[in-house]
């Protein structure tokens, strides 16, 4: 079962109108389409234009450790390429455990196609290019798939698409993780998945399928997730709304989805068994830690703080998670105001309210907020099991990202109504000549005006960025190279976590992974097999970040320094590196009574413990 876009009834205006052109109207979609992708390129440049403002040494000042494991992830797909190495699995971060990388937002997808530009010009600069071009490149697929199968007003297509790249759920994660701003397949899987019905192409439906969801699943397999269980709602909606015709369509949507599940499970079976029993894979979080993110009620019609319309102050109230709606009191208004309008006359806009409906619901959590205020009053989480294999791993707040693209969807339809593409034309009087449909002359100019005065406040503003320290000379310049053979590691300070040390990963990720570090920023097992931020401290590591929170050095005793030999050794290190830090002082000290006085090398603090460890 599935919806045929073939079926009349999906399209917001009966084909023979669509095919009524003359041979000079058919260049003007085509110059349409050019000016629809350009618009969605500048504004992809505008969200990342702080970045550019000095690219090598800004990150984003939201979310700066994801803005920079993201650029370690381009590193890492240019040394894997590189190297002919393995890229589901490194050792250049977490020596010498290593980093599952299916088993974390790895953005192989992406990273391993586009390591040749990478290696050209490195991956500060090649984040910033591929964050807008995925904001972009998302607008446009939704554009196509919106102008070529469901609208027939290319200006109505337009705004569906610009909500769907860049709504306010979507430039919110632009603030660090591109992962979830990846998402130009995704228009194109629903799109097939709706196709999978058609008679006589199930093969080539299937395999087609089958391919984009393989690849997807190297992008972002959460987004994955949700669009499967928007598809799933869709398709049980279609056939509860009209089972005769699902039924018809059953037997070639059953054999399609069957060769595309059977070509996608071929293609990722080994990538899916490592994530899952490869060397650091984990089962589950420790804690359900994101079983808990819900939406807030409140968040629905506040403006989101990367538009014109927003403003930070509202995140000290409700801003306690993910601004996936956030969508400002005008646009639900005119969302429930067209759904209203809409349910009679479209099918497809009776299941988009199906989805709205069941997916916001499903994003409140296990317990209802309402302006920042957790109410006694469960959500529907509150009876499933933190321990259901998927729902584990989920946040249901980014259920809600299905409603966004529920209402860009619906966008789009109520813009086409309005042109009157989306109108039967008027039976023809017995002279034979066609007339216009009869309409409220009112209605299209206060349509068109109601759609403005809710998408026009959530155009997004340049995403705010912060400047971070650049990292050494000794590193930049290759300084390090005699200090680090091969099979040991440089051991900087502070070591890499999650909280700290922020720019000694970039070190890494700046000389394109030259040398491989211990600790880092990732997912990984502990003893118990559960997932958890961060390699589980050793004694230096927890030595130094208790060092730098109290900034004061601690009486170092013999055991501190006995401690220390063994954690150099477990990391196989050959050089402790020391650059300009806040507390650049007290970790001098403390390193200094633990290892001995330092050299001064370029503009580094330096500890070769080669003769210490071994």
Known sequence: MA??????????????????????????PARADVLAVGVYVGLGVLVCLNYWVDVQNRVSSHLPTDHSWFEWLFAHGAYSVRHLENPLFT??????????????????????????????????????????????????????????????????????????????????????????????????????????????????????????????????EEMLLLTALACLVVVVAYAAMRPRAAWRQAGAFAAALGVGGGLALLLTAYPIWFQFNGPQSYRGLQGGVFHNWGEDLKAFVTFPRDTIAGDEAVEQTIGLTEQNTWFGWPL???????????????????????????????????????????????????????????????????????????????????WDVLSGAGRPPVPAPRTGENTPPVRRRWLRPVGYAAIALAVLPLIPRPLPAQPVEPPPHFITAGGWRPYVPEGRTLVPVPIPSNVHGLPTLRWSALTQQAFPVPGGYFIGPNEKGEGVFGAPNRPTSTLVYATMDRNATPNI??????????????????????????????????????????????????????????
Do not use: C
């Not at 876009?5 to 260049?27: F, I, N, Y």
């Not at 953005?107 to 390591?115: D, E, I, K, S, Y």
């Not at 000290?589 to 210490?612: C, E, I, K, N, Y």
């Open 3 to 28: 919806v045929p876009v073939v079926d009349p009834s999906l399209k917001t205006v009966p084909e023979p109108v669509a095919a009524q052109s003359s041979r000079g109207a058919r260049w003007r």
């Open 332 to 414: 639900v208004v005119l969302a429930v105001v067209a759904l209203v309008l809409l349910v009679a006359r479209s099918l497809v806009a009776r299941i988009l309210a199906v989805l709205t409906v069941l997916f916001t619901v499903a994003s409140l959590g296990p317990k209802i907020r309402f302006d920042g205020v957790e109410t006694a009053t469960d959500g529907p989480w509150a009876y499933i099991p933190d321990d259901v294999p998927l729902v584990e791993m989920m946040m249901p707040t980014r259920l809600s990202l299905v409603v966004v693209a529920a209402v860009g969807v619906l966008l789009a339809l109520a």
């Open 557 to 614: 005793t013999e055991e501190h320094r006995r401690q220390a030999v063994e954690d150099l050794r477990f990391w196989r290190a050959s050089v402790v590196v020391l650059a300009a830090h806040p507390r650049e002082a007290v970790l001098r000290d403390l390193m200094t009574a633990l290892l001995g006085a330092p050299q001064r090398v370029d503009d580094v603090w330096l500890w070769d413990v080669r003769s210490l460890v071994g």
């Open 91 to 220: 050792s250049r971060q977490n020596a010498p455990d290593g980093v599952n990388m299916m088993a974390n937002t790895s953005l192989l997808g992406v990273t391993l196609p586009l390591a040749p530009l990478t290696m050209l010009v490195g991956p500060q600069v090649m984040y910033a290019l591929y964050l807008g071009a995925a904001l972009a490149a998302t607008a446009a697929t939704s554009y196509w798939v919106l102008s070529r199968h469901l609208v027939r007003s290319r200006a109505a297509a337009f705004v569906g698409g610009a909500f769907l790249g860049f709504a306010p759920g979507i430039v919110h994660h632009a603030n660090g993780q591109p992962n979830f701003v990846s998402n130009f397949l995704l228009p194109l899987i629903v799109l097939r998945v709706m196709r999978l019905g058609e008679p006589g192409r199930w093969r080539r439906n299937g395999v087609v399928l089958g391919l984009l969801v393989a690849y997807q699943i190297f992008i972002n």
